[in-house]
């Protein structure tokens, strides 16, 4: 079901200032796949996804359907449709769920906007329940759900979501991993970055595992999730 | 989008605006121009203190550009009032692109009182300019047509309330407000701040500096002090927040009724009237922070429920 190579990263190093923190990370994502990248605080993650948004600069290989990113700018590669949903969400609370999709929006000139808007209410119908709510009085599950819909209505073919998990209940956790497939299942690559590895594996295809600014392991999460090493460092004891 | 009632409306009230030279006494006509130079100046600091949420002080900056653009062109190389006028909206724009580009970074307060501190930078520098009169100022060619001054101002304040309510619902404008609410939100969603930043604050730039020029023109002298002058700016802010920031209407509507309270306030208690336009703003502040144009929208619901509620979540 994997096509084409998306994402293309390679021997990639970026940084802050002075301060190394990528020492050439390779890294591919296939169109129509979900692959995971975890990996423990400070292992580079987020630096990671910095650099691919185009937020940091970066030197090395980065290749986005074919073109070379590192020239663009963030609103560059946020318009050829490699967009994310940040940690922390990052939702306009002031501004009602429905307010908050028409700004994933704003930059597409397009007329299938209500078309877009339909097809996020159908992924997550507490959101057409919740239009008129303000985003920053709902839920944290809910606000996550209104991240990962903003970023949709920007029509993304690669949907970057970064510690989508972080702090919330087991059973979102689950319904969420499950919106994940039916976005995949529309079309939409999708890389998540998790600190929690159970709920990456469970969805992805493939991962890699990241620590101190490099990639340590990859390849199928079934053969990653048998891995003596990922299991002690990751999985604990239990099986 | 604009919708139709509210257009029609818009139209009819600039129609009324248009004919008020025809029957109007000259006082009436003065006053005119200066309501309408005033809510043009609302409706721009609208742009960036409403829209963009970054509350700027050095809007008269730009009129005071503006203002010396047009008196050194007309006076210094015998140019004519529209060259003048472009003289001054360059001058105005090009110090907004550059003071923007590093100010902007800032937020809050801090923007606040970088603008501020701009303002009184360019007056020193600006009575020291021979060119410009040093600080004993420029006396512009004498012309007395007021009925042209208030057409003038009132065609730029609808050019500039149209510009407004263009951004209100366009990708610009959907930008701007973002950046108000959430900045790192906004850089997410593809929008390029800074860009965006310094579009509105030269947008801003242009209609204030277009402002100066009438005015400078019609009051047939500038000085440093008057051009330059910080508290023009607080009006701005006060008949920008009085209407309601962030939307297209309130400014305009706040800023006529603001001036019309102080004319009326002026003309019956002189001395006095400085002092109780200061107790109309503290109450207005009070009882309705977020402008006329919520009042109108959410009131009638709610009746004078809507002002406890105000103060409650004041926290007064």
Redesign the interface.
Known sequence: MSGEELLTVGALHAGYGAAPVLFGVDLAVREGEIVSLVGSNGAGKTTLLRAI?R?IPARGVLRFAGEDLLPL???GA??RGL??V?EGR??????SVEENL???A??RRDGRVKASFERVYALFPKLAERRRQLAGNMSGGEQQMCAMA?ALM?DPRLLVVDEMSLGLAPVIVDLLLAVLRDIRAQGVTVLLVEQDVFAAFEVADRAYVMETGRVVREGPVTELAHDPAVRDAYLGAAE | MMNKKTSIAAAIAVALLASVPLFGSDVVVQFGIDALSMATLAQAWNLMGGFTGYPSFGNSVFYGLGAYGTAIAMTKFGMPFGVGLAAGVAAATSCAALVGLPILRLRGPYFAIATLGVNGAMAEIVSNLRIAGADVGLVLPLTRNDASFYELSLALLVFCTGCVAWAATS?FG??LV?IR??E?????????ATLYKVAAFVLAAAFTAVAGGIHAYWSTFIDPASAFDSTLNVRMVIMCVFGGPGTVFGPVVGSFILSAIYEVLAAQISTAAALLFGVVIVVAVIFMPKGLADLVQQAPGVGWRYFVRNIRENGI
């Open positions: 948004s937020t700018s963030p609103e946020f318009s967009v994310q940040p990052q939702l306009f609370g002031r501004m028409a700004m994933g704003h930059r903003r920007a | 990708r959907m930008g973002a609410e959430d790192a939100a906004a850089s997410t969603m593809g929008v390029n």
